[in-house]
């Protein structure tokens, strides 16, 4: 979440500090049962890129994006916009914690349903 309040101070400065090749990355992943839809599997940026994400699920629970720190609540059927900055390069997986899980399994992650690539610019 911090990164999402960094990005916002920075959209306020008008990304006057950010590399001239960045570029605007659009995604979409729209979850069932925690799986990415087919062809939205694999998102690819460069360093210092904005991605804008929008992110649907058939169920309640969190996507993680632990290389990010990013931890982004959806709702039932709710399209959540989230952006971020590609401050790191590498492979980096997104996951799935569905709410509805018995205690027991409630730390576990599902399969990673989405990588996101970063390249250096
Ligand atoms: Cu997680």
Redesign the pocket.
């Known amino acids: 979440m911090k990164m999402i309040k960094n990005l916002v101070s920075l959209s306020i400065m008008g990304f006057s500090y950010v590399h001239v090749n960045a570029a605007q990355i659009n995604a979409n992943l729209n979850l069932t049962s925690g799986l990415a839809s087919a062809g939205q599997q694999l998102i690819k940026a460069k360093k210092d890129d904005v991605i804008y994400l929008k992110v649907k699920s058939n169920e309640s629970g ?1 996507l ?1 994006l ?1 290389a990010y720190q990013l ?1 982004i609540k959806v709702s039932e059927n709710e399209v959540k916009d989230v952006s971020f900055k590609a401050f790191a390069t590498g492979r980096f997986t997104f ?1 799935w ?1 569905p709410n509805k899980v018995n205690n027991s399994k409630q730390m576990h ?1 599902k399969e990673p349903l989405a990588t996101l690539e970063v390249f250096p610019q």
């Open positions: 969190e993680h632990h931890e996951e914690h992650h």
